[in-house]
């Protein structure tokens, strides 16, 4: 008889399964994050209504419902903060205090302000000789203000999604500033973070290993060189050197043995599990706070209260269960979490472990080996995932360092702490600690630039379930039918298998203008082939588009070689990247700019079906402008034309217009000198007709490019404009047999926080 002894249905028991409703609370959360624009709260309305009927799942779509309307509701309350787009480039004179930790670098100073008046967390930039800053500092600014924005291209960091991560309502720059009479109001464990950093440096200087122990004490990375994240990334452990679970769960553990060692042998009684373990937790705590207590390490900190909870409770709770009710913790006091690869990569990890140490091992040694190799192997796909690389010697790697850093991370924290209270003690300590982590660094030097040390091949979604599924599977216990399933599961993955409909036919190019901010840089596939033309930008902060835009575009679309690399002139906004491509990828080829063959009209070559011609310059004079002497090319295949130009001027377009003559009949065009009204004469444009016209432009440029009068000469000939600051980075698919489309990143991949909001329409700059 159905309910009888009081068992519950099969749904009910699901619907109070904790594990299912942390499941639904985060696809709540994600599924608003995802959305192009939010949902009115009167939406929700009906939707809750329905969970008032009977039915299997009621309470699970009760949570994910309600997790999405108080997503909704949070966001809305973020996005009126912000600055308006309105308001772009306005000066404005604000007014209150430093908030965390400064970062000084050789040009500029970069810190997050908390105004008094909205909007209220600023992330600024002091250029020049910045005062001395200090947490809590009161400053009256001068600044002017940009709203939230970042480039929009595949396979790069998300700085746009980063800067909401954050809550950051605005950026800008410093103009002018000055202290204020009141009272710093700087968070005590800012404070101690700051004379942290101070006490590291006065101890190491400019000792190579500074960077690294600044990140693993007080969670500043701002030291670690390039060259470091570089040997970081081959070998599959820049984790170790975030401060996340791994490392709080290693200082807590080590806290609760040596507390309940302690404790054990009091002469009185006490309660020893208890109180070992609240040791462990405010150890954890204190930790975390060192270390700016971001998302990662408030995950850590409360999955450990959750699971030092789960130990100290009478009752068996299983930790699938504390990992569940962690993460509703999580998500419902900062929904914005689940954009952060952290926030899955951290889960991810702890579920991981759960699922390992549930098989039973003959020994503790071969439990060891099995969660080693488990950890460093059950990640790679997630972290291929997120961040577009992945390195197949990180498993040994991992294996050996892990265990290493749950001795040398507390041993470490011990010399800070020493360094706090008692300088003279600690300094000898840190100092001694950093040789030794020199000595261990210089091996993974070496093991960096193993053949083994390459990147796997960037993975789609579908991909990764199966090499995750496939993972489980490999690990699961002995005995288990179908166990070689797994490797099957796993082999597309490492054999970089590409799904169908991303091949190029043979005789099509696939054309992407990338979003570069106030730069080009082109890339232009056949099947088999690849040209890069211009590399994009440059500054003087550091901030390099080729290393940080171009590359990680080249990666994801799993390119590892450039057959040609073709700068169109010298000018530091088409030219600055190409160093950073030089390093990182085989160049067969290098044309142009500051290259070993100039670029010349008349120089052709084929790939696969699709021919490529210089029509300009003819020759270089003495007195050409740098712009006018821009390598002019033609793309053409039997699914239509494209032409790239460059810097182009006036003068370069009349030349030719009298020499290529109808040659320049093209379907595309990349709109020369990103729209200045200085080129795309009306003679030009005519003699062109293309029917799509891209433009290479910064937000909110000072030179406020593409001209008006540019944009409307284009239109006069029926071309559609697209700009890459309004639609992010556009790709076009120019195939035989199909018809011409060109897509748009921001409006293929839509965000509410986004800004500019995609003209869905395609009308481009201007409406």
């Known amino acids: 008889m159905p309910g009888a002894h009081g068992a519950r249905p099969a749904g009910a028991r699901l619907d109070h399964d904790l594990r299912l409703q942390a499941l639904a609370v985060i696809a709540g959360a994600c599924l608003v994050q995802a959305l192009p624009s939010l949902l009115p709260l009167a939406w929700f309305v009906p939707a809750l209504g329905i969970c008032l009927l009977r039915f299997p799942g009621r309470t699970l779509f009760a949570a994910m419902l309600l997790t999405a309307a108080w997503t909704t509701i949070l966001a809305g309350q973020h996005m009126a903060a912000r600055l308006p787009a309105a308001q772009d480039g306005t000066v404005h004179q604000v007014r209150g205090h430093v908030a965390g930790l400064p970062e000084a670098g050789a040009i500029r100073t970069r810190f997050v302000f908390a105004a008094d008046t909205a909007p209220s967390r600023l992330r600024l930039s002091w250029y020049g000789e910045a005062p001395p800053l200090q947490p809590g500092d009161c400053r009256q600014l001068t600044v002017k203000l940009s709203a939230p924005h970042g480039s929009a291209n595949a396979g790069s960091f998300d700085y746009e999604a980063w800067l909401w991560r954050k809550g950051v309502d605005a950026t800008g720059y410093v103009k002018t500033g000055r202290s204020c009479a009141q009272a710093g109001r700087a968070a005590p464990v800012d404070t101690l973070r700051a004379l942290a950093v101070q006490r590291i440096g006065s101890v190491l200087g400019e000792h190579p290993m500074r960077g690294i122990i600044e990140a693993l004490t007080v969670g500043v990375k701002t030291r670690i060189s390039d060259a470091q994240w570089d040997v970081f990334r081959r070998t599959g452990t820049t984790h170790l050197v975030a401060i996340s679970g791994l490392h709080i769960g290693l200082v807590a553990g080590w806290i609760l043995l040596l507390a309940r060692w302690l404790l054990l042998r009091l002469p009185w009684q006490v309660p020893v599990l208890g109180v070992a373990a609240l040791a462990a937790l405010v150890g954890g705590w204190i930790y975390a706070l060192l270390a700016g207590l971001g998302l990662p390490s408030l995950r850590a900190v409360l999955m450990l209260a959750a699971g030092l909870l789960a130990l100290l409770h009478t009752r068996h709770i299983s930790f699938g269960r504390v990992l569940a009710l962690a993460a509703i913790i999580v998500v419902v006091w900062q929904p914005r979490a689940v954009l952060a690869p952290g926030f899955w990569l951290s889960f991810g990890a702890v579920a991981w472990i759960v699922y390992l140490v549930q098989t039973p091992a003959r020994n503790k040694w071969l439990l060891f080996l099995r969660l080693q190799l488990g950890i460093s192997i059950g990640l790679v796909p997630i972290t291929l995932y997120f961040f577009n690389q992945a390195s197949l010697v990180s498993p040994l790697v991992n294996a050996l360092l892990i265990p290493m850093a749950g001795i040398y991370v507390p041993l470490l924290l011990l010399c800070m702490l020493a360094l706090l209270i008692w300088p003279a003690l600690g300094a000898p300590w840190l100092r001694l600690w950093a040789d030794l982590l020199a000595g261990m660094w210089q091996p993974l030097e070496q093991v960096a630039h193993w053949p083994l040390a390459f990147m796997l091949q960037p993975a789609g979604l579908v991909m990764v379930v199966a090499a995750v599924a496939g993972i489980a599977l490999l690990f699961a216990p002995r005995g288990l039918p179908g166990r070689w399933l797994g490797a099957v599961l796993v082999l597309p993955l490492l054999l970089g298998w590409q799904p169908p409909g991303q091949a190029i036919p043979p005789g099509g190019y696939r054309l992407h203008v990338l979003d570069v901010g106030q730069g080009l840089a082109v890339v232009v596939r056949t099947r088999n082939h690849v040209l890069v033309y211009d590399a994009g930008p440059k500054y003087r902060t550091g901030f390099d588009t080729g290393a940080a835009i171009v590359a990680p575009f080249l990666r994801h679309a799993r390119i590892d070689h450039i057959d040609t690399l073709m700068i169109s002139h010298a000018d530091m906004d088409h030219i600055g990247g190409s ?180 003209d869905r329409a395609g009308r481009g700059p201007a409406g």
């Open 579 to 758: 160093q950073a491509l030089l390093q990182q990828f085989p160049v067969r080829k290098h044309i142009g700019a500051q290259a070993p063959v100039p670029c010349r009209a008349g120089h052709s070559w084929q790939w696969d079906g699709v021919a490529f011609r210089v029509l300009h310059p003819q020759d270089v004079p003495d007195g050409t402008s740098t712009n006018n002497a821009s390598c002019v090319v033609r793309i053409t295949a039997a699914g239509g034309t494209t032409l790239l130009t460059g810097d182009i001027e006036a003068a370069a377009e009349q030349a030719l217009v009298q020499s290529a003559g109808a040659e320049l009949a093209a379907d595309i065009i990349v709109v020369p000198h990103h729209g200045s009204d200085t080129s795309s004469t009306a003679v030009f444009v005519a003699a062109v007709a293309p029917a799509y016209a891209l433009v290479s432009s910064g937000w909110k440029n000072r030179w406020d490019f593409p001209s008006a009068a540019v944009v409307a000469r284009y239109r006069q000939q029926d071309a559609r404009v697209l700009d890459t600051a309004f639609s992010g980075a556009l790709t076009a698919e120019v195939v035989p047999g199909q018809a011409l489309t060109v897509q748009r990143r921001r409006v293929r991949h839509a965000r509410f926080w986004q800004l500019p909001q995609p």
